[in-house]
């Protein structure tokens, strides 16, 4: 029996939940976007595991490109981790479906709460658009996530190692599930998220995948020393170095690692992010996410 460990990371909560899961299963550890671009992505592994930051209730735009590409599912047990800031929404039940469209199934799925990376409303500036900014979590809150993470670990390695399954850990406020029925992602939250963005223009991409069109917002000052770090950190090679500077792609997952990892704070989402204080996971180093993106 073997067991094979897929991940994708912004700040590098979903690489230490996945490290940590792949060690106490004992299975390899590959990261989605060194194998996402090959024509499938196949393994001899009869335990699966694919863990990813929840975005927007729902699944990154990658996940749903990489879990299209696996094959030979049919037989396996496959499990999922999310991990969320706030809540695990229905993102586990998109997983659960992307993969039944593949021939298999979700086994079991689980989330973990983590620092929230991303994106939040300040309601101090009164231009609503512009008053998005980071959220600031106390290194005493953190630490909490982390310790209640170690225990949380110890039921998931009893359920992998007798294959538990059914059980899948969503938490779908009835507000959540009423935007889903009304296809709400669609319609009004594919328009604020794309004018919070200050995207012009009109796009007939779903939801999740105009999340790509979401670095429009991305800018950098003249504290800007031309590292490279943005561009070499990017999961999906979105950042050219165009004279010394960053320049964004179109082809973003959101995933804000670059913003999050320049070592001189100047990358910046519009202007909200100014004050904000970067985040990333104290286990990871820079070094393991410059890996992420090499090829397998
Ligand atoms: C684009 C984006 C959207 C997000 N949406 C949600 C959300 O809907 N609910 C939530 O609880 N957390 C949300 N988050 C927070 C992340 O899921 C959370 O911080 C996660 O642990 C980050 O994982 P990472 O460090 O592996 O990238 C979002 C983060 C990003 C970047
Ligand atoms: S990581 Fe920051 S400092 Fe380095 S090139 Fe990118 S924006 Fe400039
Ligand atoms: S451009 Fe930035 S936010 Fe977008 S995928 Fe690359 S690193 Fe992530």
């Known amino acids: 029996m073997s067991g094979i460990v897929y991940y994708f990371t912004g700040t590098g909560n979903s690489l230490a939940i996945a490290r940590d899961i792949a060690e106490t299963i004992n299975a390899e550890l590959i990261s989605i976007s060194s194998v996402v671009e090959n024509e499938t992505v196949k393994t001899d592994a009869d335990m699966i595991g694919i863990i990813f930051p929840v975005y927007h209730q729902g699944i990154p735009y990658i996940i749903k490109r990489f879990v299209n590409k696996m094959v030979n599912l049919d037989k396996k ?3 999922g ?16 479906k992307a993969i039944k469209s593949k021939g298999g199934r979700l086994s079991a799925g689980y989330g973990v709460r983590m ?4 994106l939040t409303p300040s309601f101090v500036i009164k231009d609503f658009f512009n008053s998005f900014g980071l959220r600031e979590i106390t290194i005493e809150k953190q630490q909490k996530m982390f310790n209640d993470w170690d225990k949380k670990l110890e039921g998931i390695k009893e359920d992998l190692q007798s294959r538990k399954i059914g059980k899948l850990e969503t938490q779908a406020k009835i507000i959540e599930k009423l935007v889903d029925f009304l296809n709400l992602r669609e319609t009004l939250q594919k328009t604020v998220w794309l004018k919070i963005a200050r995207f012009e223009g009109y796009t007939n991409l779903s939801f999740v995948e105009s999340l790509q069109l979401m670095d429009s917002a991305f800018n950098c000052d003249e504290r800007c020393n031309g ?7 990017c999961p999906v090679k979105n950042i050219k170095m165009v004279e010394g500077r960053p320049l964004w792609q179109h082809h973003c997952e959101q995933c804000f690692a670059c913003l999050q990892w320049c070592p001189k704070e100047t990358v910046q989402f519009r202007n909200g992010t100014m ?11 820079l070094s393991d996410m410059l890996s992420q993106g090499e090829c397998s």
Do not use: Q
């Not at 981790?81 to 659960?96: A, F, K, M, Q």
């Open 81 to 96: 981790v999310c991990t969320y800031g706030d809540s695990p929404g229905i993102s586990l039940e998109y997983l659960d």
């Open 77 to 79: 047990y496959v499990f």
């Open 115 to 118: 620092p929230y990376n991303y």
């Open 227 to 233: 590292c490279g770090i943005c561009s070499k950190i």
């Open 275 to 285: 004050c904000g204080k970067r985040y990333h996971h104290p286990k990871v180093k």
